[in-house]
C-alpha cells in the first residue's frame, strides 16, 4: 500500500472513531485550519453557524475527554485548544487533504 493510501486510510479511520455526528466532523475541520489558536465555545459555535452553543460545549467535552482538544480557563471562561499530541494533531491537520472523500464515506459507514 501507497504511503499516501495509508494516510488517507489512517485519517479516515480516526474520523470514524473521534466524528460520529457532522457538529464533531466540523469541530475537527475547525481545529484543522486553527490548530494553535484557543476559542470560546460560544467563538466556535458562531463560525460554524450552529445556533445551539451547548451542542458545541457538549462535543468539545467528548474531545476533551478523548485527548484531542485541550480546556484551559482563564477569569472563569474555558477556552478550547487542539492538543499538543502529535500523531493526533497530525490527523486533524490531515483531514483538510482528504474533505472531499470524508463525507461519504463517513455516511455509508
Known amino acids: 500500500m501507497s504511503g499516501e493510501m ?4 489512517r485519517v479516515l479511520q480516526f474520523a470514524g ?6 457538529l464533531k466532523l466540523d469541530l475537527l475541520y475547525f481545529w484543522s485550519r486553527y490548530p494553535h489558536a484557543k ?8 463560525a460554524l453557524g450552529c445556533k445551539r452553543r451547548i451542542d458545541v460545549e457538549e ?14 480557563t482563564d477569569r472563569a471562561l474555558p477556552f478550547y485548544c487542539l492538543t499538543d499530541d502529535a500523531s493526533k494533531r497530525e490527523c486533524v ?3 483538510r487533504a482528504y474533505r472531499s ?3 461519504p ?3 455509508m459507514g
Do not use: C, P
Open 101 to 103: 472523500t470524508l463525507r
Open 6 to 9: 495509508e494516510k488517507r486510510n
Open 59 to 72: 462535543a468539545l467535552d467528548s474531545f476533551v475527554k478523548d485527548n484531542l482538544v485541550d480546556k484551559h
Open 93 to 95: 491537520l490531515d483531514m
Open 17 to 22: 472513531q473521534h466524528a460520529n455526528t457532522w
Open 39 to 46: 476559542f470560546t465555545a460560544g467563538a466556535i459555535a458562531r
Open 105 to 107: 464515506a463517513l455516511s
